[in-house]
């Protein structure tokens, strides 16, 4: 008798928990599909989104069977020890004061078990969070994102009616356990309820009554989640697209450079999407910008030279985002970047200050973000702290360059004109390039540091998650990887290969590395698709990139890549497993010139691009020339089908001298 009633009683938990996760979990998505489609969000994107929120309703009603069941274990022993049953009433509460605390505790554990990689012993929790930033945000993803119900119970200390709904759930929860802490104190008794078996009608109420207070507590729950998750601020998505100016890909920690200090870049790319082999179509800022911001080929927007300037006619992302109802921002460092070169364009907030740092740059960011919080917006962040001259501050500088000499070298980029700089560096000893990488490094800690505070800003307005961050650059930097020093002279991965990251749990996933080549031209209508905008209609050559993330891989489509900053255009075709690089001759002055003839490289046995194929493979550079014909052909189509951009407005006499300061003349 007493087995069976115990085989009772645990088919009776058994089946109320799978049951209730089962239809708490049915519930929950169909919340989510009829807000989506009431709110009009109902675009192509939508299986994804709802695929996201599945994912944490989920989670959630995970741990409320994990809290159920542990609840269940500790009052049933207590029963059993005692040798009877606790009073209704007394279960019922227990019930109700245990729900938070002990899904809290939940919450803590699961944090400390996934905290990858960190061995974090649990008493030093509190304090690893207020001195560790990078902690605290790889929290948020988990407490805000992942464990629902946590963001339910702090919001309910903000709100009062979500501090109702609590009480309501928890009662509810409190109710339930009554039920079930009632068959655990019926075994605690050893003696069966009645002395014939129940009627199978009874057992069926029994079991419906204690299920559809489950049902209810978890269709609360849900409701509770979706409702914060997609109502107000959560429904909203705004777009950060952060260029770098000038960073090479391989100087970061996540892309694998071991003595790199940039936290908090690595922990958006372990908590979002990282782009192994994104490649800018220009390797400098003018044409890669102009890619970046138009998804438009540079020789198509006609920018060659500094003295071209973005067409008014082009057509810039943050038109297209201002066009669907976005707040466009955008704070820009550089002159090639301010209205004389037309890339203001689309931003209702445009921000040009010649070299500001980035410290300046996330004080203006956060200064308009803060009363869009409750809008949609988009903002372009450019900075240039990463360009030439390298000039981190005192402390960084020595931190990357421990040695003695530091003071002459710094003072040294500081005074020299660039061209002359350059020089030096190419013919020089390899002590003052390797300074020049060190500094260039350390300007990259800082400008990562001046991130991790936007990023904490963000999370502390709860504007993170819903929040599309992009970090990437114009091009990178050579560092006599080749033999040359700066960019936009040659064509080779270290000025091409950029970093590309992006974070929106909304849609994206984490700690995706997507293999295969993508490239700047690609952003705009990425960002079109995690905004929901439909990008077709504006017939870009770029491709979203959103399936490529989901499936991990990128179908390496052809590419080109090009410059014309010195001398004559040339081009790079980049296929994804191949590289053809046209001819070009380069004359510095100072008796320095560089005669460079056709080049192939095999980019997956040689990445580093060291043995020309070009005389050895001449039908592997028949096939390339044809690839690269056929896409250079593809441009000028486009270019030809009303999207011509002629040159207006000419540079003031003062630019042009600064720009030539610069070395881009
Ligand atoms: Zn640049």
């Not at 740092?357 to 702290?385: C, Q, S, W």
Request: glycine share 8%.
């Amino acid at each position: 008798m007493e087995a069976e009633q115990l085989k009772t009683e645990l088919k009776k938990i058994a089946l109320l928990l799978p049951l209730g996760l089962l239809v708490g979990f049915a519930v929950g998505l169909t919340m989510v599909v009829l807000h989506l489609v009431e709110q009009g969000d109902f675009h192509y994107g939508l299986w994804r989104t709802v695929i996201g929120q599945a994912t944490h309703t989920l989670n959630g009603g995970v741990f409320v069977a994990c809290n159920a069941t542990l609840l269940l274990m500790i009052l049933g022993a207590l029963q059993v020890m005692l040798g009877r049953p606790f009073a209704p009433g007394l279960r019922t509460a227990i019930g109700v004061l245990l729900f938070f605390p002990l899904y809290l505790t939940m919450v803590w554990l699961f944090t400390y078990l996934t905290v990858s990689g960190q061995s974090v012993e649990t008493h030093k929790l509190p304090a690893l969070i207020r001195e560790n930033a990078e902690f605290t945000i790889y929290l948020d993803r988990y407490f805000w994102s992942r464990l629902d119900l946590l963001a339910v119970a702090k919001t309910f200390a903000n709100r009062f009616w979500w501090m109702v709904a609590g009480l309501l759930m928890a009662s509810i929860f409190g109710v339930w356990f009554n039920h079930l802490v009632a068959a655990l104190g019926r075994l605690a008794r050893r003696r069966p309820k009645t002395s014939a078996p129940a009627p199978l009608g009874k057992w069926a109420a029994r079991l419906l009554i204690p299920l559809s207070v489950v049902v209810i507590a978890l269709i609360v729950l849900n409701m509770t989640n979706r409702a914060l998750a997609l109502t107000g601020r959560d429904l909203r998505r705004n777009v950060i697209l952060i260029s770098l100016d000038t960073l090479r890909a391989d100087r970061l920690g996540c892309y694998g450079c071991p003595t790199a200090k940039t936290p908090f870049l690595d922990l958006l790319a372990k908590n979002g999407v990282v782009f192994e082999e994104a490649i800018s179509n220009s390797s400098w800022t003018l044409p890669g910008h102009g890619a970046m911001l138009t998804g438009v080929q540079p020789t198509t927007l006609g920018l060659f030279k500094v003295t071209d300037r973005l067409d008014n006619h082009a057509l810039t992302i943050a038109e297209v985002m201002r066009e669907h109802g976005f707040d466009t921002g955008a704070i820009a460092s550089y002159i090639l970047l301010d209205k004389v070169y037309g890339f203001h364009q689309g931003f209702d907030y445009f921000d040009y200050e010649d070299l500001q740092p980035a410290a300046t740059i996330v004080d203006k960011a956060i200064g308009f973000i803060e009363p869009r919080l409750a809008k949609n917006f988009f903002l372009f962040l450019h900075m240039y702290d990463t360009h030439w001259p390298y000039e981190p501050d005192e402390a960084t500088a020595k931190e990357f360059w421990p040695g003695q000499i530091v003071a002459p070298l710094r003072q040294l980029i500081a005074t020299t004109d660039y061209a002359q700089f350059a020089i030096k560096v190419i013919r020089g000893e390899d002590m003052l390039n390797d300074f020049c990488l060190a500094m260039y490094d350390g300007e990259i800690a800082q400008v990562d540091r001046e991130l991790g505070r936007l990023f904490k800003f963000l999370y502390e307005k709860q504007a993170i998650d819903n929040t599309v961050l992009i970090v990437t650059s114009d091009h990178g930097e050579e560092f006599r990887d080749h033999g040359y020093f700066g960019h936009g002279l040659t064509l080779y991965d270290e000025v091409l290969h950029v970093p590309l990251i992006m974070r929106f749990p909304m849609m994206l996933p984490e700690g995706v590395r997507v293999q295969g080549q993508v490239q700047t031209l690609d952003l705009f209508p990425t960002i079109l698709g995690l905004v929901g905008i439909e990008a077709t209609k504006y017939n870009l050559p770029g491709r979203d990139l959103l399936g490529m993330i989901h499936a991990g891989a990128a179908d390496p489509l052809p590419m080109i890549a090009e410059t014309s900053m010195s001398g004559d255009s040339r081009y790079a075709l980049r296929n994804g497993q191949y590289k053809l690089v046209t001819p070009y001759e380069l004359d510095f002055g100072a008796n320095l010139k560089i005669d460079k003839p056709e080049e192939i490289f095999d980019l997956r046995a040689d990445p580093r691009e060291r043995t020309n194929l070009a005389e050895t493979h001449p039908k592997m550079a028949e096939i390339l020339r044809r690839e690269m014909a056929a896409q250079m052909e593809a441009i000028r189509r486009s270019s030809a089908t009303g999207k011509t951009f002629s040159r207006s407005e000419q540079l003031s006499a003062q630019e042009i001298e600064r720009l030539r300061s610069l070395g881009y003349l």
